[in-house]
């Protein structure tokens, strides 16, 4: 299984980016069985939560990004997403895409894909 991100780059305060995390080779009723979250890590610090999907759907944020983060999945296409708005330069960080499969009592982590936003 691999999680492969993407989305990242260089943005001006206020923009907006929208983050992909793809779950290859991963069995469908395994990710549909998965929570799924984004973790924005910035160097010196520890990861932090950021967002994160039940598997019915129901999602949680930081209070740092609530109202300007969304976070959704796609189960037939094997998919995380985060869309950001309203960005800040405080949100610069790598941000990592974790599945965790309660089935398996496993937990997946993407590469990262850097985010910067521009002031």
């Known amino acids: 299984v691999q999680l492969v991100e993407s989305g990242g780059g260089l943005v001006q305060a206020g923009g907006s980016l929208r983050l992909s995390c793809t779950a290859s080779?991963?069995?469908?009723?395994?990710?549909?069985?998965?929570?799924k979250s984004w973790y924005a890590q910035v160097p010196g610090k520890q990861r932090e939560l950021v967002a994160h999907i039940t598997t019915d759907g129901t999602p949680s944020y930081a209070d740092s990004v609530k109202g300007r983060f969304t976070i959704s999945r796609d189960n037939n296409r094997k998919r995380v997403f985060l869309q950001m708005n309203s960005l800040k330069p405080d949100d610069t960080a790598v941000y990592y895409c974790r599945i965790r499969s309660e089935s398996y009592n496993t937990d997946y982590w993407g590469q990262g894909t850097q985010v910067t936003v521009s002031s």
């Open positions: 080779g991963m069995i469908l009723s395994v990710f549909s069985s998965s929570t």
